[in-house]
């Protein structure tokens, strides 16, 4: 009996095969050139110089301010915008400075706020002249979402802003028990900022940026938010474009509560600054001014979500954390207007602490990073083309499917100019009340309806016809990889930090070509492991304010206000584009767009419109018909 010989091992693949199309060893070396990026933004590593300490010791008054914001906060407990309460809380600020010689100017302006309809606001400005036109602000919003009492939000910054304007009250003024409190006239003016509308979007804050007199004359503002909880004081800095205060502003506030507490302060995280500069967005009042140029931080010792109604009352406020932020504040004050050069207006980067990386360099590491894809599919492309790989087919799919989600993107936009949507400002509405519960059930499922018109329109072009064969997966795939390629040069041109949410997709999906033969789990795996950045993205709104589930509710909802830039929606419906036919591919439902021969007649709009009008009897005859005349 002859001798069974033993099974051959499966050999892999050879390099360039249908199975492996991927040039994995040109994807390995083009990462080589990304190492000068990285060395370029190591030396772009700088240490921002603060301003020198200021020559007096502050003389804040911590119990006083605590008083104040206790009265704030239990005598107008509801301060929501455009109620008879928040006209109290108005007269009651004026009268708080009007013992030290203030006379408050009011800018009175409406704003569309979510929730609230049009309501009428005011900014209340108490300003201390100095020998210079230009200005330093001070600034707390002294509404709340009417929750609670909102002692700490923002009842403490309104009273430190009063105490410390009580610092720079005119000459001649009598302070509360006869004592004087007149001091030299400061060098720079000084803007004592009371905001409306802060809890809803900074309106207040964005419509001085905008439009008040004194916005030119502005070298740096000091936001002063919810300063008197337990927590560690933080900073906040970031905008609603891509930018970010002078770093020596920044530092010096730093250092100035650094003195005062003992400890550095908090800060977004690397992560969390290159996600808000790739999605700027923030709560916080320093946030339009530093989109208009104008160096902007915030002080706050609470967390990114706004405190709860049990948790914002009277009795939770610190006196110590009051203290020593209003004492850090007063400090930052008189350091700036010490008259010493501030550099002015705002750039791109990620601060460390004491140390900043470039934004250009962080950008320059991000862009480099595309090389290593580019050059992987460009390979991939000319191997289709030396193959004579139908690829396109494949873009003319991709074609109706963007033709699809730019459908759904116009129905959408639609139902925001039609107000349909939640309507307002374009400022980030407030986190509390924010969901599906938030939006009209009636326009979720007309946009879903008429997003399945839309797919029946398109459909006829896409549902496969027969077998698919493997030189038409991997065109497929091809025409997918080129789309998200050219999606991702558009980010470049938009806003080069948004390539962090695009670039982990790019370069994991890259390989799906690659895992064809592999289980369902592991084309499964490498499919899903590629929603990263959008996911992180939405994780980042969900766990850093508290939405959970209802973060990507809140993110479409800063689109159809206005507040997220319309070029990010659009691009990001060409991602989904691409994203929709390597889903098809995975799941085995791809087909490349039919020839003349496969696909009949009449076009998509047509074969659907007939479908829905014309009877089945009738169709049958008329096919039938048709049949017989083309025999």
Known sequence: MAAVPPPRERRRPRRGSLQRP??????????????????????SVARPTPLPPPNLPPAFDRTAALELATELAQSYPNRVPGTATALGAERWFSEQLSPYGFTTQAERFRADVPGLGKVPLVNLLAIAPGRSQRAIVVMAHRDNAGAGPGANDNASGTAALVELARAYANPGATATGGASRARVQPI???????TDGGAYGNLGAAHFAAHSPYRDGVIAVLDLDSIASTGAPRLEFAGDTPRSPAAS???????????ETGHQPERPSALRQLIDLGFPFSLYGQAPFVARGI??????????????????????LDLLRLGQLGRSAQNVLDALDQGLDLAQGTSSYVYLGPRIIRGWAVELVLIAALLPYFAAVVDLFARCRRRRLPVAPALRSYRSRLGFWLWSGAVFFLFAVLGVWPQGAPRPPAIAGTGVQHWPAAGILGLVALMIVGWFVSRDRLLPRRTVRIEEELAGHTGALLALGVAALLVVATNPFALVFVLPALHIWLWLPQVRAQPAWIRLAVLLAGFAGPLLLLWSFGARYGLGLEAPWYVAELFALGYAPFPAFVIGLGFLAGAAQLVVLVVGRYAPYPDALERGRRGPIRSVLRRLLVPAQARRASETERSALES
Not at 188 to 194: A, E, K, P, Q, Y
Not at 251 to 257: N, S
Not at 295 to 316: C, E, H, I, N, Q
């Open 22 to 43: 991927v040039n994995g060893r040109l994807y390995r070396g083009t990462w080589l050139l990304v190492a000068l990026p990285l060395l370029l933004a190591a030396f």
């Open 188 to 194: 720079f003016t000084i803007i004592f900022l009371s």
């Open 249 to 259: 502003l920044v530092e010096t506030v730093a250092a100035q509560i650094q003195q």
């Open 295 to 316: 160096p902007a931080v915030t002080v706050t010792s609470a967390g990114d979500r706004p405190p709860d109604a049990f948790s914002d009352t009277p009795l939770r």
